[in-house]
């Protein structure tokens, strides 16, 4: 897909703007707060109808404004749509070629975007908690029964913790109820976990490529996930569900004396290595921040394989972190297919010979 326009109104520091000349690359430069990424930012909400940096709307419109809009007309396979959304203390309006939509869902995937921000780099280098919410919202985006598992197991996950809490030294009548949370537990459970091991299988499979092609075939990236019972690799729900519920008998004493559920998906991990040493421990900067890179590009991959169309690529102050041979193979890789934001402090920061073709903007005060 294409971003032909993009129109904001009292959107962050933007009064109004409108913009037409986008072309495949485009570049936003400027100095640090001139609206740089309130601007990738506003391509984002677009796709999802909301921000990346907050979950709170009313931060999106100017100070001193009552409601902010962003619209963009959007080039797909089969014709062109305009989008928008509005947004005021009432709450948000979204509206495909001009009908308003009564369901939020039915306006997401219109526009399909995928972004890159230095925060990423938590995914290779943060907690586990930061790689399962990454694998989690990877996962729903595509798959909306997805998302319904999750929200049942961490209802069912929060109940049997209650439980546990209160059933040190009780008697038999507790391990009949967990029983009961068990069984629920287990059914939700093996369905995440296998929806996440396919996942990582198929990201690997692009996710591999393409690191091999940003370092020029000298790195070999593995990702693996990392259970709390089973083998990494078993995808049969089955047998999945045999193990989790062996797993949960024998944790069973430690549970309690503990007073929390000790396995399942919530205490799952996602692992990188980098030619066969955990990127997390042992990975330069650099080298983590290509990794966390090169998973999101196999996610444009991945997009396409599901909706046959490439999203768009937003990335934010990416560039400048990269080597200019790694700079240079990112743009090469996806020049021709994808139609790619990059901010960027200054053009001197970027390879720019790969850039003869860019669209240049200049960012300046909302300008
Ligand atoms: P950097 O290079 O530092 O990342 P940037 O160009 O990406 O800078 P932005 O994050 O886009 O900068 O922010 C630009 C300015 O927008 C900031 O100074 C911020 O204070 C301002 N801003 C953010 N939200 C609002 C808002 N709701 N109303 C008005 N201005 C806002
Ligand atoms: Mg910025």
């Known amino acids: 897909m294409f971003v032909k326009t993009l129109s904001l109104q009292h959107y962050r520091n933007y009064e109004t703007l409108s913009l037409d ?8 430069i400027g100095r640090n707060a001139q609206g740089k990424t309130n601007l990738l930012e506003a391509l984002l909400v677009l796709a999802l109808t909301k921000s990346h940096r907050t979950a709170k709307d009313k931060e999106l419109i100017s100070f001193g404004s009552n409601n902010a809009a962003v619209s963009a007309e959007i080039e797909k396979k089969y014709g062109t749509v305009n989008l928008e959304l509005q947004f005021s203390n ?4 979204a509206k495909l070629n001009g009908l308003e939509q009564r369901k939020l869902s039915d ?12 925060e990423d780099l938590e995914i290779v ?37 209650n439980l546990l809490k209160q059933a040190f030294g009780k008697g038999p009548e507790i391990t009949v109820m967990l029983d009961v949370w068990n069984e629920q537990l287990v059914e939700h459970g093996v369905k995440i976990i296998k929806k996440r091991k396919q996942f990582i299988r ?3 499979k692009w996710a591999q490529g393409i690191h091999e092609g940003i370092t020029g075939g000298g790195e070999k990236l593995q990702l693996s996930y990392i259970p709390s019972f089973g083998e990494a690799d078993e995808e049969d729900e089955a047998v999945l569900l045999q193990q989790f519920m062996i797993k949960l008998s024998q944790m069973r004493d430690q549970e309690i004396r503990r007073g929390m559920t000790l396995c399942g998906p919530h205490r ?17 900067q650099g080298q983590q921040r290509t990794t966390a890179l090169s998973l999101k ?10 909706i046959g169309e490439y999203p768009i690529l937003l990335l934010d102050d990416v560039l400048s972190e990269l080597d200019p041979y790694r700079q240079t193979q990112l743009i090469e890789t996806f020049q021709s297919k994808v139609q790619t934001f990059i901010t960027a ?22 300008q």
Do not use: C
């Open 202 to 204: 198929k990201l690997q």
């Open 125 to 161: 280098k943060g907690t586990p908690g930061i790689r399962r919410r990454f694998l989690d919202m990877e996962i729903g985006q595509v798959q909306p029964s997805y998302l319904f598992h999750l929200q049942q197991y961490q209802k069912v996950l929060l109940q049997r913790n």
């Open 297 to 306: 590009l196999a996610e444009i991959e991945l997009i396409h394989e599901e």
């Open 345 to 366: 402090t200054g053009i001197e920061s970027i390879n720019a010979s790969r850039l003869q073709d860019a669209s240049i903007f200049h960012v300046q005060e909302g």
């Open 90 to 93: 009432q709450g948000k309006k």
């Open 107 to 118: 306006f997401v995937g219109a526009l399909n975007a995928v972004m890159f921000a230095p």
């Open 268 to 284: 799952d991990d996602l692992a990188f290595h980098i030619n066969g040493n955990e990127a997390q421990v042992y990975g330069s």
């Open 21 to 28: 000349s986008f072309g495949n690359v485009n570049l936003m």
